[in-house]
């Protein structure tokens, strides 16, 4: 397998842009995890889904954030306003079954001008 | 629901040891340990279950207390491979796996 797929892996956006993040999670994984990564706050859960299904998007900082995962294969992340305190890495994970570690992908580095 | 981590930052010269240690507010079903080099993704280390547990990767071992919801990462003489960010994961509940800030460990000859 080739792991977990992120796409792009940098983006630079002006201020105002939408911004939409990708991820493929490893085949047969139920579990799929988005994360930003910043200096100050370390690794922030965003949003988690199981099976296909949000669980949890209590750490999504602002209704400017949203997440889908329409099937098994495929998520997205999108900013819409972007803004410049949004710059940051923001990884995708995947794991199986509850108890087995997660797999991240390389992460996409946003940067909001 | 983030995990604690101490201390931030730490600095070893080779072969000395380490101690990175993990704290939840809340009840864990597991903690996962992993290593980020920079300009990485994490890369997991290991991942304990179960109260009292120990498990150990080569020089890097761990501790899972369930009752103090506390884990500790121990580095015993420490590589140069070593340097990176140590991050805990906490499982608190079925589906979710929250990390803390990270522990910048650097090691130097």
């Known amino acids: 397998d080739a792991g977990v797929i992120q796409s792009p892996r940098h983006e630079v956006t002006e201020m105002g842009q939408e911004v939409t993040l990708r991820c493929k999670p490893i085949s047969g994984h139920n579990s799929l995890f988005w994360y930003r990564q910043t200096m100050m706050r370390g690794l922030e859960l965003l949003i988690y889904?199981?099976?296909?299904?949000?669980?949890?998007d209590s750490g999504m900082p602002e209704d400017r954030f949203s997440a889908k995962m329409p099937n098994a294969s495929f998520s997205t992340l999108k900013i819409q306003p972007s803004e410049p305190r949004d710059s940051a890495v923001y990884f995708c994970?995947?794991?199986?079954?509850?108890?087995?570690?997660?797999?991240f992908g390389q992460g996409t580095r946003l940067t909001v001008v | 629901q983030q995990p604690v981590q101490s201390p931030q930052a730490v600095i070893l010269r080779e072969g000395e040891d380490a101690v990175i240690n993990c704290s939840s507010s809340?009840?864990?079903?597991?903690v996962h340990w992993y290593r980020q080099k920079h300009g990485e993704a994490p890369v997991f280390l290991m991942i304990l279950l179960k109260g009292g547990e120990q498990k150990g990767h080569e020089k890097i071992s761990a501790s899972f207390n369930e009752k103090k919801q506390q884990s500790s990462l121990y580095l015993t003489a420490s590589q140069l491979s070593y340097s990176g960010t140590y991050f805990c994961g906490a499982r608190t509940g079925a589906n979710n796996l929250f990390f803390g800030t990270g522990t910048r460990l650097t090691v130097i000859p």
């Open positions: 994970a995947s794991s199986g079954q509850m108890n087995t570690e997660a797999f």
């Open positions: 809340k009840a864990l079903y597991s």
């Open positions: 889904f199981n099976n296909n299904v949000p669980i949890d």
